[in-house]
Each structure stands twice: as structure tokens, then as C-alpha cells.
């Protein structure tokens, strides 16, 4: 299995940028900054900012963060997929989830949308057989806050450091689908979150 194009969900906006929702941009834009890919560009047509990142280690990818809001997502993709003509299973998105714990991060090459708007309106529009990196944001704490205030906000102090320690492994997880292929790296990535206390800073 090959990989042609990884996408980061999110909100455009400054004012989006630390929110847990957000995560999936952080992400790729960490993944293109390690392995020098080239500058962020928008593109109005294709509905997404998008970097090219060219390695001997992970090959050539695409990379994106939607220029939509995040409930439209499946627009940019779709236009991406069509434009370029990658198929839905060399496609990895990569997007927050709040049924993981913060610092947790899983792959999964299959599932319903679980709630998220995001990976929704993706699904309802091109193929459902994409690679999913999941990171994890935490539950609500609070079930009374509405699911939308609780994504659409930041991360507390102490999540934000869990976060910032933890980049490493989200982007050594897109490098391992990458490089061992989805059953291998799901082997790894997927063990290796049960015995991990790292995330107890």
C-alpha cells in the first residue's frame, strides 16, 4: 500500500490555531517542517493550503489543511483526489479525537465519522477507505458543555505541554504508515499507546 496525499483537519483562522480541533493541522504542518517540504501555498480552487514534501524515506505526499471550515472538509478532498487523481486508499487524514486520551495517538483503517463533523462530511464524499491517524484530545469533562464550545476551545495548560511533548510520536506515526504499511504500523503504533506513560507529565 502507497500513500499519495496526507490531510490535516481543521479550521482556517489564527483565531482556530491552538484549539483541539486544530490538531490535525498541527500535525501535518509538524510532519512538513521535520522533512523540509516545500512552502504552504493556497490554492482557492482546490479549497486547501498545500505543501509537497519529497524524501527518500517517505516518498513524494501531498500534504493539506482544508481551506474550509472544518464541516466542509470532504470538499477540499474531493476536489484534491479528483484533481490529482488518488484514489480514496492512498489518502491519510488525520484529525482529533476526543475518545482518546491527550498524548494518545491510533490508526484505524476504517470506522464511522464517531461524531466528528469533519471526517463526516469526508465520508460522504469520497470512498471510505482512508488511513486514519487519530489524536487524542480527551473527553469532555464537563458533559453539560456542548461538544462544539468543548472542540472549538484550547487546550488546558497541562494538555497543551502533553501535547508539545507528544508531536514526536504523532508524526512518527504518519512515518510509520508511510514506511511499514497500515498493518505493521497499526501493530506499533496501536500497542505502543497501552504501556506509554509519557503522557503523565
Known sequence: ???????????????????????????????????????????????????????????????????????ESGVCVQKLCSFYKIPPEEVIVVYDEINLSVGEVKLSMSGSAGGHNGLADILGRIAPRFARIRVGIGAKPDKEVPLADYVLGNFSNDDAS?????????VESIELLLTLGPELAMNQINRKRKNDDSNSI
Open 1 to 71: 500500500m502507497s500513500y499519495r496525499m496526507i490531510v490535516g483537519l481543521g479550521n482556517p483562522g489564527s483565531e482556530y490555531a491552538e484549539t483541539r480541533h486544530n490538531i490535525g493541522f498541527r500535525v501535518v504542518e509538524a510532519l512538513a517542517a521535520k522533512h523540509g517540504a516545500d512552502a504552504w501555498k493556497k490554492d482557492r480552487k482546490l479549497k486547501g493550503e498545500i505543501a509537497t514534501l519529497s524524501s527518500s524515506k517517505l516518498g513524494k505526499q501531498i500534504l493539506v489543511k482544508p481551506t474550509t471550515f472544518m464541516n
Open 162 to 170: 502533553v501535547v508539545a511533548a507528544s508531536m514526536d510520536r504523532y
